[in-house]
């Protein structure tokens, strides 16, 4: 049979077939074959009752993420909320860079605009100049969700953000589902990572991974090959003298003029920077 894995737990793969979901296990030859079946994964697998089904293969991946660790994305789409938690702009930097590294289309939600409109606004600002598709909304109230809701339509969209960021809040108003929601801690303002696996839900033409909040990602690319994936960049690189200008130190960069004029956001400016560094000393050890 061939079905999708929905939901990995304890070593067992959930997989939905048509509309009954099956529990089942890999086989142990997987890992010769160096292949861990991920959540979003086609498979092969074989079921008889009374028994435990086995998944026998895995259908090529049309792409994957490592953080969060999904497969066969349409679109990335990064939760950073306005307050409670504080957004955490290096982190949403971190995780856009590795979904345009992997090729896969990525929308930004600004979340819970109404604990802060002026801050949602100016975090707005930041990633829809940038060149993403933004949104500013309020999960908890379902008037700001339309846009999003209708974005997200006949597409397989995998969330990520930190703890609290409003994943399964978002996941749970646009399904129209019961999903287990946390809160945030009074004494640190953070979530409590309510979410502990990730998993695959839906309704007839949404599907939504719904996943744990993560702090950190760390990425697996050469400082050199940074700037590729900072999309806003391209707009102006022809303006720089050198051809394989990093936007750092060389002189007459294009790149840098735009940060000076405005046109391109110093916050994601200055994380370039940083996760550059951060690369360049990885690469050193
Ligand atoms: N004020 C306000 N609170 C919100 C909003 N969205 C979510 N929350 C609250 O934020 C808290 C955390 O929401 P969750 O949806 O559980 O967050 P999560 O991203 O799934 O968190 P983890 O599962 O821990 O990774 C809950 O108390 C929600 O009610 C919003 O738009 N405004
Ligand atoms: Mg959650
Ligand atoms: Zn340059």
Known sequence: MKGKIIKLTGGYY???CDDVIYETRARGNFRHQNISPIVGDVV?????DNNLGY????YPRKNMLTRPRVSNVDVAVIIVPVKDPKYNLMLVDKTIIQAEYEGIDIAVVINKMDLDELEAKNLYDIYSNAGFKTF???ATNKETLKELKDFCKHKTVALSGVSAAGKSSITSAILDKDVQIGDVSN??????????????LYSHDIYIFDTPGFSSIDLNIESEDLKNYFREFN???????FKDCNHINEPKCGVKEAVENGDISKNRYENYLLIFEELKNKGEY
């Open 14 to 16: 959930y997989i939905k």
């Open 44 to 48: 092969e697998f074989k079921y008889e």
């Open 55 to 58: 998944i026998e293969k895995v």
């Open 136 to 138: 500013m909304i309020s």
């Open 187 to 200: 004494k640190t303002r953070r979530g409590r990572h309510t979410t502990r696996h990730v998993e695959l």
């Open 235 to 241: 707009n102006y690189r022809e303006k720089c003298k």
